[in-house]
């Protein structure tokens, strides 16, 4: 059974109409001071796709992932996250309800256990009582291969194990959109197809999903849309066949010659 297709036992979920995406980027732009990272970004994403961010560093792919969920300020433009607009405390609260992220670095807290990682935030924000909390965090864990090192503490782990408890402690809020900030990009490489695995079993349940990564061979088996960003713009998306095979921006061209070869 797919990681996204556990139905929840806490809050009621929030259904989003087939034609209205679940994510829809207008005009985003960002500074830093005076760095323009992003240069009016616009990107729709339709319920149940999956998007594959990629780019050179720098580009700008985490900031925009970052905005998403108001981890980072925007100054111009607009992003609507299940139909509710990214503008003030309120709306953010329910738009992180709703989307849950998993960061490059992990970012566990290490003085709890595996499992009181994955039970914090639903108990704290009230989205569960503790004890559905804690079944529905066994059944994630089990599900990433996990629920044995339930009392085991983040240090104890491995990087790739630490990250799939991120991804479960994620999907205890029971999102509708997952968002990956390069989920394997601080992993030593023997432990990144555990995490891609998890990844690609979670987009078969049909789950919401952007993710910034630079695995292409993650792009070309999960991917419905493939987007490449150089320096705050998205210059190119096309689904993987084409973008793969057929790009036709230049700077996108030079881009896969250096990563596929």
Known sequence: MALAAMPGKGRKTVTTPVNTPSIEITDLSKWYGGFQALREVSLRVPPGSRVVVCGPSGSGKSSLIRCINGLEPFQQGSIVVQGTPLQGPACLQAIRRRVGMVFQHFNLFPHLTVLENCMLAPVHTGASQPQ???????????????????????AQLSGGQQQRVAIARALCMEPEVMLFDEPTSALDPEMVMEVLDTMVELARGGMTMICVTHEMGFAREVADRVVFMDQGRILEQAPPAAFFSAP????????LRSVLH
């Open 132 to 154: 559905q909390a804690r079944e529905r965090a066994l059944a994630l864990l089990h599900r990433v291969g996990l629920q044995a090192k339930a009392d085991a503490y983040p």
């Open 248 to 255: 036709e921006n230049p700077r996108l061209q030079a881009f």
